[in-house]
């Protein structure tokens, strides 16, 4: 919806800033969604780095299929743990999407530049 009020140039400059190498490094590390180009932070969700994979089925009870050769796992309890989605390509699994909290998005869509 966002995208379809502000067109998509300016949802695309926003997304190219939100996935800079920098700003995935944090969030992996960290948890913390930000634009380090404009140093402004929109809240933080579970970190990858801090995921516990030790319990097999709880890793399990995370996962939901998307379509075949994609799934997402979410990164911890409730709903503002925030997820990833992996797909499979070639002969490895790769990231093919981040999702935020709610909270976190409703943040990001609250600095959105007006029309």
Same mark, same amino acid.
């Given at each position: 919806?966002? !995208?379809?009020?502000?067109?998509?140039?300016k %949802?695309?400059d926003? %997304?190219?800033?939100?996935?800079s190498?920098? +700003?995935l =490094?944090v969030?992996?590390r960290?948890?913390?969604? /930000? +634009?380090a @180009?404009? +140093?402004?932070?929109?809240g933080?969700?579970a970190?990858?780095? +801090?995921?516990d %994979? =030790?319990n097999?089925?709880?890793?399990?009870g995370? !996962?939901?299929?998307?379509?075949?050769?994609e799934?997402?796992?979410?990164?911890?309890?409730?709903?503002n @743990?925030?997820?990833? =989605?992996?797909h499979?390509?070639g002969? %490895?699994?790769?990231?093919?999407g !981040?999702t935020?909290p709610? /909270?976190? !998005?409703?943040?990001?869509?609250?600095r959105l530049?007006? /029309?």
């Amino acid at each position: 919806m966002a !995208i379809n009020t502000l067109g998509t140039s300016k %949802a695309d400059d926003f %997304a190219t800033k939100l996935t800079s190498p920098e +700003n995935l =490094s944090v969030l992996v590390r960290s948890g913390t969604v /930000r +634009n380090a @180009a404009d +140093n402004i932070s929109f809240g933080t969700m579970a970190s990858l780095a +801090n995921f516990d %994979a =030790s319990n097999v089925f709880a890793v399990i009870g995370r !996962i939901t299929p998307v379509k075949p050769g994609e799934f997402s796992l979410t990164l911890g309890p409730g709903e503002n @743990a925030g997820s990833i =989605s992996m797909h499979f390509e070639g002969t %490895a699994w790769k990231l093919s999407g !981040i999702t935020p909290p709610p /909270r976190v !998005i409703a943040a990001m869509v609250d600095r959105l530049p007006a /029309r």
